[in-house]
């Protein structure tokens, strides 16, 4: 056994012959040649600063070229970066979703006004006049994203009044 210096940690360690001759003889545990292979970085989390490490491909795949330890520190940086008028529901100097909030103080049950589902993954908030800045009660409607469709684009529903007239 011959005597070898671990090339990441420089701790001495013992080696038979034939494994350095094979490539062997380099680092003195699994632990320090997967540190040694790393050609990635550490990083700062985004949010609360706590170090990380991230692989070349993650680095160069980041988007807004910021990195998080978990979820949830993520989550408090694109509800920040992404309020108001940087929301993808904003529209018109106004959110969409105020409509979903004005419909949710009405107390209706959330089902679908023309085909009775009551998954609500699927239901939207419909505008009877379809005017978006109009959330009073009486205008809001839940349907799912097909009869929403529908609504709009075949005029299915106008029998039961999800349909104002354009005027």
């Known amino acids: 056994m011959a005597i070898y210096i ?12 034939f494994l350095v001759r094979r490539g062997g003889g380099k680092y003195c545990s699994n632990a320090c040649h997967y540190a040694a292979i790393r050609s990635g970085k550490y990083v700062a989390c985004g949010t609360c600063g706590k170090e990380l490490y991230r692989s070349p491909k993650r680095l160069r795949l980041a988007k807004h070229k910021k990195y998080f330890c978990n979820k949830s520190c993520q989550t408090i940086w694109r509800n920040q970066v992404f309020f108001g008028p940087n929301n993808k529901s904003w529209k018109d100097g106004h959110s969409s979703s105020a409509s979903v909030t004005a419909l949710n103080r009405t107390k209706r049950e959330k089902v ?3 085909c009775k589902t009551s998954d609500t993954r699927i239901l939207a908030v419909h505008h ?3 005017n978006r800045l109009n959330n009073s009660g009486d205008n809001l409607a839940w349907l799912c994203h097909n009869c929403h469709f529908l609504v709009h684009h075949y005029d299915v529903g106008r029998d039961r009044g999800l349909l104002k007239p354009r005027s």
Do not use: G, H, I, W
């Not at 940690?9 to 012959?17: G, V």
């Open 6 to 17: 671990c090339t990441v940690c420089r701790q001495e360690f013992k080696r038979k012959p």
């Open 112 to 114: 679908c006004e023309v």
């Open 128 to 130: 009877k006049d379809r």
